[in-house]
């Protein structure tokens, strides 16, 4: 035992040295190691999510940014990235089944029901029988193909540019379908009919304007982190 502590004595300088090298060699390796897996992660992560979310979005952008957010390099993340990282990808989900012709049609078919309830009809007029032998009221079917066909108009005429024909086109297809299923009497039901206005005011587009609002916050977020700002300084 003596001769152990003796030889401590006479060698820890020795000793200290071997086990301070030792850990100076581990702190860098893993810096390097960190730093190559920071590297991969801008390239494989960060670099694809940037230029995805500088396209319109998209159901198809929304499957690569799935396949991005399943790398394993995601835990290379800083913490306060990582958050603002799966906020974008929650909020580009939400947004990404987003139609315009089809949120129109039904901003139009929801402003045809209301126009109905102010003259007294009520727009669920067929009887459905339930299964305790009492009846509820339900929308007739073809309040369906007025939605499809209605949004088919959107696809072939631009609602902002081609108004007129947009409007002239819709207004036959609802007034055939409130002839057919209620009333007769719609001189005065669409007299000031203004197609801009309806789609504006639609309860609709205000929830698709939320949700894109949140779209955008969020993806001001995340390119405001440092390591964002520079890979997009680089690239542009």
């Known amino acids: ?54 396209e319109p979005v998209s159901r198809k952008n929304l499957v690569e940014i799935k396949e991005i957010s399943k790398s394993p390099l995601i835990r290379f993340f800083y913490r306060k990235e990582k958050e603002k990282f799966f906020k974008l990808i929650k909020e580009y989900w939400l947004v990404s089944s987003y139609n315009e012709n089809q949120a129109n049609a039904t901003a139009i078919v929801s402003d045809v029901e209301d126009r109905l309830k102010a003259i007294g009809i009520n727009p669920r007029c067929i009887p459905r029988e339930l299964d305790d032998g009492s009846y509820e009221y339900v929308y007739p079917e073809e309040i369906n193909y007025l939605r499809a066909d209605i949004e088919d108009v959107f696809k072939e005429y631009c609602w902002q540019t081609e108004t007129d024909e947009c409007t002239k086109q819709i207004l036959f297809l609802i007034k055939s379908f409130v002839k057919k299923i209620y009333t007769n009497d719609i001189v005065d039901l669409y007299k000031d009919y203004d197609i801009k206005s309806i789609i504006k005011n639609a309860e609709i587009t205000d929830k698709w304007n939320w949700k894109f609002d949140k779209y955008t916050s969020a993806k001001q977020e995340f390119e405001s982190l440092r390591v964002v700002k520079k890979i997009k300084n680089i690239i542009e």
């Open 1 to 54: 035992m003596d001769k152990i502590i003796d030889f401590f004595k006479e060698e820890w300088l020795t000793i200290l040295s071997i086990f301070l090298s030792g850990g100076i060699s581990w702190i860098i390796s893993a810096a390097y190691f960190h730093k190559g897996n920071r590297v991969n992660l801008k390239s494989a992560v960060i670099i694809p999510l940037i230029t995805i979310i500088e």
